[in-house]
């Protein structure tokens, strides 16, 4: 039987609602030994005990307060917590391996020596703010659709782009998933034949942004992610990562996003976050 409690992470500050058990692979990967996947091969290959006892199941139940798991006749802990803002370059996948061999993101935090995830998706040609992290409820939470966690993306898109389309991107699209909720989107300035503008959505459907433009008769020429709730991308070089402050931490994950699930409309200051001088070194 699945069972719900309330469950308090106290050092970031939220309380969510989850199931005591979990299965055992995701009791290793939580405890940021490995993935999911390599974590299935340790099981199947009986290096994991449950309470003294082999299981060679990967979807064996676990009441992580209670039972105890060990890896090679280690105990598992759950490991330290660990957030970082990666500014991810275009050309870089967001998935740990590619059969085609293309770079990921992963190259670009071997140092770290830790096992994370990404905290949602960017595409392979889109740039900009990225936070990975071995917590995975943090993780799930962010990307939850129904916490409206508001991600802020700067576009290129091609063409000058009318107020009649600019009002269909606010109000919402019709995609072939369903229609956009309402969104914030500021025009910046129009160059030439594009139009460069900030966009937030509170969606993170897979690539809804250069969806949304092409919905309204445009295409994205240039997509940069620069702020995801109060997290912004700030100075952080391109290809470099930094760890979030705790307070950024506190400040994503405590937000009563669901409290405000009522409102559809991101909350987004009426002028875009951050400098011009920011925007302009985003847009290159
Ligand atoms: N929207 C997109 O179209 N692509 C991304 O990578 C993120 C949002």
């Given at each position: 039987?699945?069972?719900?409690?309330?469950?308090?992470?106290?050092?970031?500050?939220?309380?969510?609602?989850?199931?005591?058990?979990?299965?055992?692979?995701?009791?290793?990967?939580?405890?940021?030994?490995?993935?999911?996947?390599?974590?299935?091969?340790?099981?199947?290959?009986?290096?994991?005990?449950?309470?003294?006892?082999?299981?060679?199941?990967?979807?064996?139940?676990?009441?992580?307060?209670?039972?105890?798991?060990?890896?090679?006749?280690?105990?598992?802990?759950?490991?330290?917590?660990?957030?970082?803002?990666?500014?991810?370059?275009?050309?870089?996948?967001?998935?740990?391996?590619?059969?085609?061999?293309?770079?990921?993101?992963?190259?670009?935090?071997?140092?770290?020596?830790?096992?994370?995830?990404?905290?949602?998706?960017?595409?392979l040609d889109t740039s900009g703010l990225l936070i990975l992290t071995n917590d995975?409820?943090?993780?799930?939470?962010?990307?939850?659709?129904?916490?409206?966690?508001?991600k802020t993306y700067l576009v290129k898109a091609a063409g000058v782009l009318g107020?009649?389309?600019?009002?269909?991107?606010?109000?919402?699209?019709?995609?072939?998933?369903?229609?956009?909720?309402?969104?914030?989107?500021?025009?910046?300035?129009?160059?030439?034949?594009?139009?460069?503008?900030?966009?937030?959505?509170?969606?993170?459907?897979?690539?809804?942004?250069?969806?949304?433009?092409?919905?309204?008769?445009?295409?994205?020429?240039?997509?940069?992610?620069?702020?995801?709730?109060?997290?912004?991308?700030?100075?952080?070089?391109?290809?470099?990562?930094?760890?979030?402050?705790?307070?950024?931490?506190?400040?994503?994950?405590?937000?009563?996003?669901?409290?405000?699930?009522?409102?559809?409309?991101?909350?987004?200051?009426?002028?875009?976050?951050?400098?011009?001088?920011?925007?302009?070194?985003?847009?290159?």
């Amino acid at each position: 039987m699945r069972r719900g409690r309330a469950f308090r992470i106290s050092e970031v500050g939220y309380h969510f609602r989850l199931r005591t058990l979990k299965t055992l692979d995701r009791v290793l990967s939580k405890a940021g030994l490995g993935s999911r996947t390599e974590a299935r091969k340790w099981i199947g290959a009986g290096r994991v005990r449950v309470n003294g006892k082999v299981i060679q199941t990967p979807d064996h139940w676990v009441d992580p307060q209670r039972d105890e798991v060990t890896l090679d006749g280690k105990a598992v802990q759950a490991a330290e917590r660990v957030y970082l803002l990666l500014y991810k370059p275009k050309g870089y996948l967001t998935t740990y391996k590619d059969p085609e061999g293309r770079p990921s993101v992963y190259a670009l935090i071997e140092d770290l020596g830790r096992h994370v995830v990404p905290v949602g998706r960017l595409d392979l040609d889109t740039s900009g703010l990225l936070i990975l992290t071995n917590d995975t409820l943090f993780a799930e939470r962010v990307m939850n659709p129904e916490c409206k966690v508001p991600k802020t993306y700067l576009v290129k898109a091609a063409g000058v782009l009318g107020e009649e389309q600019m009002e269909r991107l606010r109000n919402g699209v019709e995609l072939k998933d369903g229609p956009t909720r309402p969104a914030v989107v500021t025009r910046l300035r129009d160059r030439g034949s594009s139009t460069f503008l900030e966009i937030t959505i509170t969606e993170g459907r897979n690539r809804q942004v250069r969806r949304m433009l092409e919905a309204v008769g445009s295409k994205v020429r240039k997509l940069v992610r620069t702020a995801i709730g109060p997290v912004r991308i700030g100075k952080l070089e391109i290809g470099r990562w930094r760890e979030l402050e705790q307070a950024e931490v506190n400040a994503l994950a405590g937000e009563d996003w669901f409290k405000r699930a009522a409102d559809d409309r991101p909350r987004v200051r009426k002028r875009p976050p951050g400098g011009q001088r920011e925007r302009k070194r985003l847009r290159g």
